[in-house]
C-alpha cells in the first residue's frame, strides 16, 4: 500500500487506512509509538497501565531512597490471611 505524507499544520502528517488501522486493533485516540529502524518507521501501540500510565513513568515516581513505610489497614473483617 502507497500513500503520502502531506502537510499538517507546520508538521508533517501520514494519513492511514481503516482497514490497516483495524487491522492494527488501533482506534480513534489511541496512543501510538514512532520508532525507526534501519530505515523503516514503525508505528506500535503505546503500553499503557490500566489505559492510563506507562510502568516507566510509575517506576519513576519511585523515591530514589527507596524507603517505604508499612501501611496498617486494620485488623481483618473477613476471611483474610494475614
Known amino acids: 500500500m502507497v500513500t503520502k505524507i502531506l502537510k499538517w499544520g507546520n508538521s508533517q502528517g501520514l494519513r492511514i487506512p481503516r482497514d490497516v488501522i483495524e487491522a ?3 482506534k480513534l485516540g489511541d496512543e501510538v509509538e514512532l520508532k525507526v529502524e534501519d530505515g523503516a518507521i514503525l508505528v506500535i501501540p503505546a503500553r499503557r497501565v490500566r489505559g492510563r500510565l506507562k510502568l516507566e513513568e510509575l517506576v519513576a515516581r519511585i523515591p530514589k531512597s527507596g524507603a517505604s513505610e508499612e501501611i496498617s489497614w486494620g ?3 473477613g476471611k483474610e490471611v494475614w
Open 75 to 77: 485488623p481483618p473483617v
Open 24 to 26: 492494527a486493533h488501533l
